[in-house]
């Protein structure tokens, strides 16, 4: 995605404590979304912010935006792709397939060492039990159009839902491939929503 908006927005990626070898793992939602909050607030130096986040990272990327607005330098925007939420039982299935697609896709991003999985483990139990409460920024919910079942669903209750977002919108692929070839697509509905939502921010 930074790629695709290369030349008309700047773009910071954070990465999440824990997710290398030696790093110490959050013991609780607070602690790292306060990690997250500074990270954000060293990345932008005063300048207007829009948060992204795909798959859970939605979830951290608008609970780290209502952390911000309790410190009055709230994100412009927040926008969340394809964010399951974890406590839903019905999501079960579609986490697990979810995992088998990435694992086959480690050639790719990169293999799972054990200080990977120990984040990953931590991480999702983190998020299940964190509160999410409404933020004041705009939230943009993008969405997968395809599942990634192997056979195509009988209804639409794979689709990911969040209740709250201010606009939703559905983009070519599935879960994963909405950020692979359908990357232009997808970079362009969020870029498109920003000026058209937050006209300040370009």
């Known amino acids: 995605m930074a790629a695709e908006l290369r030349g008309q927005r700047e773009v910071s ?3 999440a404590l824990g997710t290398s070898h030696g790093d110490s ?5 607070e602690a790292a979304v306060e990690v997250f909050a500074d990270g954000v607030l060293g990345a932008a130096q005063g ?15 608008h609970a780290t935006a209502r952390r911000l607005e309790e410190l009055g330098c709230g994100p412009s925007a927040v926008i969340m792709l394809d964010t399951y939420l974890v406590r839903h039982e019905s999501n079960r299935k579609i986490w697990d397939q979810m995992l088998y697609g990435l694992l086959e896709r480690e050639p790719e991003i990169g293999p799972f060492t054990t200080a990977r999985l120990s984040s990953m483990g931590r991480y999702i139990r983190l998020i299940s039990e964190g509160d999410l409460k409404d933020v004041e920024a705009p ?5 997968a159009q395809a599942s990634i079942a192997e056979a195509e669903p009988a209804s639409d209750d794979w ?7 201010h ?5 070519p692929g599935d879960h994963f491939t909405m950020m692979e070839e359908h990357i232009a697509t997808t970079a362009r509905a969020v870029d498109d929503w920003l000026r058209a939502t937050v006209p300040a921010a370009g």
């Open 13 to 15: 990626v954070l990465r």
């Open 25 to 29: 793992l959050p013991t609780s939602m």
């Open 47 to 61: 300048r207007p912010v829009a948060l992204i986040g795909l798959s859970s990272g939605g979830i951290l990327a």
């Open 139 to 143: 939230v943009l919910f993008l969405r």
């Open 159 to 165: 689709r990911a839902v969040f209740p709250t977002a």
């Open 167 to 171: 606009t939703t919108a559905d983009v």
